[in-house]
Structures are given as C-alpha cells and as structure tokens.
C-alpha cells in the first residue's frame, strides 16, 4: 500500500490537522493556546488510524480528512466536558436561570443515583463517546444505547431538567 506511507500521508494530514484546529479557534470552540494541543492530539489519531485506510473505498486525502472531522469532533467535546466539570469543581459558573454550579452538580447526581448501574454507565460514558463507541464499548446494541438515553432524558424531564413545558418544568 504505497499510497498510504507516512512520507505520503504526512502532508495531506498536517493540512487537515491545520485547517480543523485554525477552524476550532477561529470559531471559538478552542483557544488559541490549545491549537498546537489540539493538532499534536489529531496528528496523533490520524497515524494510528492510517492501516485501516482502503484504497478501494476512498483516495488518501478524503480517508485521512473524514478522520480528522472525527478526530477534531471527539477531542473539542472532551475538551468542553473537562472545562464544564473544572468550572463544576471549582464553583465558578451558573445556569442560565440562577442555579449555583454546585447546586447544579448534586441535582445530577441525585437524578444519576436514581438510575440502574447501566443507566449511570451509559451517562459517564456519553461525556467521551457517541453511541454507536458505547455499544462497542459495552458489547450491546445501539438500540439498547438509545433505550438508555431516553431512560436518561426521561429522567433529567422528571427531574426538572429538560425543554420549557416539558414535565416538570426547566429549572
């Protein structure tokens, strides 16, 4: 697979890696510290992924592009979760209507303890990964994810947390 080489691959991917992180600052969903961080991290997952490009399915450029979309989605979500749970852990921030963060914080965990264990892995486990990576994850379907996520989503509605007009009102 000639194709594929790190010599070959190795531009095309700087340049998807570059393009995604100028994207990220620019729009505001990362600092401009972060860039380098960010592409390191991308640059990272691009060469990991790289044996499993097919030659047959797509050319280079596209294979290691919609990796790097991929890559940029899940890192800028990590990112953003661990910023919220900083601002959480550190008493800084609260909700649009009021709630203190820490208030905010024992809510979720209340609702959370509520939950069969199941339910309670599937939330930790939706902060880094998408459903389809949970039920790779935990060996079940994607049905059975989604199942689980409206359990969740019924429970936070239950709970107060939710759209305007749902039951039990938004908080």
Do not use: C, W
């Not at 609260?94 to 339910?119: E, K, M």
């Not at 998408?130 to 239950?158: M, Q």
């Amino acid at each position: 697979m000639p194709d594929a080489s790190f010599e070959h691959a190795l531009p095309l991917a700087l340049r998807a890696v570059q393009v995604r992180a100028g994207f990220a600052v620019a729009t505001g969903r990362a600092s401009a510290s972060d860039r380098k961080d960010l592409e390191q991290e991308a640059l990272l997952g691009l060469f990991l992924s790289l044996p499993r490009y097919d030659a047959s399915r797509a050319g280079l450029r596209t294979f290691l592009e919609r990796v790097a979309d991929k890559r940029f989605a899940s890192l800028l979500r990590r990112r953003r979760t661990d910023i919220l749970v900083e601002h959480l852990e550190d008493h800084r921030i609260a909700t649009a209507d009021g709630i203190p963060a820490v208030q905010l914080r024992v809510d979720f965990q209340n609702v959370l303890a509520q939950l069969s264990a199941s339910s309670r892995e599937t939330a930790l486990l939706l902060i880094d990964h998408r459903p389809a990576e949970i039920s790779h994850i935990l060996g079940i379907a994607r049905s059975t994810v989604y199942a689980r996520i409206a359990k969740l989503r019924r429970a936070f509605v239950a709970a107060g947390y939710g759209p305007a007009g749902a039951r039990g009102g938004a908080r």
